[in-house]
């Protein structure tokens, strides 16, 4: 079981994952809207299994992140703001308010107190739609997460230079574009600056590509331990192999997203009308 408090706000929201035992396993600002509900599903598909397992605290019952958070499976509880700055003067020193703190509050909040507050559940026709497209973007979410992590522990035996520079974004465009082009630390190192920002504008770049394309040129030639040829060339296969499935990944979450917004939309609520009672 893990915790998760969202301090809500109209442009993006902060976000704080706990583990039982109140330990801090994660934490981060998103963005609001789908592509916030994106960077949170991807978050938190590294610390659970089942979407069961994640319970999660906000300060509201209304709007597009509240509903897709139902909707994903997520076991969520509305805070109401006056028990949640209550909760916070009696177990935070500092009464110094940040969005950051008080993501970790609702997230303990729900970790020790969730039962003196009530869950929120969408029972409505629309609410049941967008549960079936909502766990559908998240299952897919988590799937690419898992095979980004594949990949990231295979890049690892045997081409650092790509680590280094894609970091953690490895389901990024332009990742895959590279990977796909240039599987192999010698493959990688053969590629022009011309291909480079080939690759960057097919994925969608538009300003700063041939400053990024000699960037990465110079980090995939940097020098790097090597695999012997053989087993290299074993993980190149298994790694394009990966490219392939995460690619289409990308495109299937495109083009679910597609249908997903506008159902997101339609239950979309403004702040001011949000109620949460305890």
Same mark, same amino acid.
């Given at each position: 079981?893990?915790?998760?408090?969202?301090?809500? @706000?109209?442009?993006?929201?902060?976000?704080?994952?706990?583990d /039982?035992?109140?330990?801090?396993? #994660?934490k981060? =600002?998103?963005a609001?809207?789908?592509?916030?509900v994106?960077?949170?599903?991807?978050?938190?598909?590294?610390h659970?299994?089942?979407?069961?397992?994640?319970?999660?605290?906000?300060?509201?019952?209304?709007?597009?992140?509240?509903?897709?958070?139902?909707?994903?499976?997520?076991?969520? *509880? @509305?805070?109401?703001?006056?028990? @949640?700055s209550r909760? =916070?003067?009696r177990?935070?020193?500092?009464?110094? !308010?940040?969005?950051?703190?008080?993501?970790?509050?609702?997230?303990?909040?729900?970790r020790?107190d969730r039962?003196?507050?009530r869950?929120?559940?969408?029972?409505?026709?629309?609410?049941a739609?967008?549960?079936?497209?909502?766990?559908?973007?998240?299952?897919?979410?988590?799937?690419?997460?898992?095979?980004?992590?594949?990949?990231r522990?295979?890049?690892?035996? *045997? *081409?650092?230079a790509?680590?280094?520079?894609?970091?953690?974004?490895?389901?990024?465009?332009? %990742?895959?574009?590279?990977?796909?082009? @240039?599987?192999?630390?010698?493959?990688?190192?053969?590629?022009?600056?011309a !291909?480079?920002? #080939?690759?960057?504008?097919?994925?969608? =770049? /538009?300003?700063?590509?041939?400053?990024?394309?000699?960037?990465?040129?110079?980090?995939?030639?940097?020098?790097?331990?090597? %695999?012997?040829?053989?087993?290299?060339?074993? *993980?190149? !296969?298994?790694?394009?192999?990966?490219?392939?499935?995460?690619? /289409?990944?990308?495109?299937?979450?495109?083009?679910?997203?597609?249908?997903?917004?506008?159902?997101?939309?339609?239950?979309r609520?403004? =702040?001011?009308?949000?109620?949460?009672?305890?």
């Amino acid at each position: 079981m893990i915790f998760v408090g969202v301090d809500w @706000a109209e442009a993006h929201h902060d976000v704080c994952v706990l583990d /039982e035992a109140g330990a801090v396993l #994660a934490k981060r =600002r998103i963005a609001d809207g789908l592509e916030g509900v994106r960077q949170l599903h991807a978050m938190l598909a590294d610390h659970a299994e089942d979407p069961g397992e994640i319970v999660v605290g906000i300060e509201t019952d209304r709007g597009l992140l509240v509903g897709a958070l139902v909707a994903a499976g997520y076991r969520l *509880y @509305a805070i109401n703001p006056l028990a @949640a700055s209550r909760y =916070r003067e009696r177990h935070v020193t500092s009464r110094a !308010k940040s969005d950051a703190g008080d993501a970790k509050v609702l997230a303990d909040l729900v970790r020790t107190d969730r039962h003196n507050h009530r869950p929120v559940a969408g029972d409505s026709e629309l609410a049941a739609s967008l549960q079936v497209l909502a766990r559908a973007h998240q299952n897919l979410i988590w799937s690419r997460q898992r095979l980004a992590n594949q990949l990231r522990s295979n890049l690892r035996e *045997y *081409y650092p230079a790509a680590l280094a520079a894609f970091g953690t974004d490895l389901a990024h465009p332009v %990742a895959l574009g590279v990977l796909d082009a @240039a599987p192999t630390p010698p493959m990688g190192r053969s590629l022009s600056r011309a !291909k480079l920002a #080939a690759i960057l504008r097919r994925a969608g =770049r /538009e300003r700063g590509v041939h400053q990024k394309a000699a960037a990465l040129q110079a980090q995939l030639r940097a020098p790097q331990l090597a %695999a012997p040829g053989g087993v290299g060339d074993a *993980y190149g !296969k298994s790694v394009a192999a990966t490219v392939r499935i995460l690619r /289409e990944l990308n495109a299937q979450l495109a083009s679910l997203e597609a249908e997903l917004a506008p159902v997101l939309k339609s239950t979309r609520t403004p =702040r001011s009308t949000a109620v949460c009672l305890d």
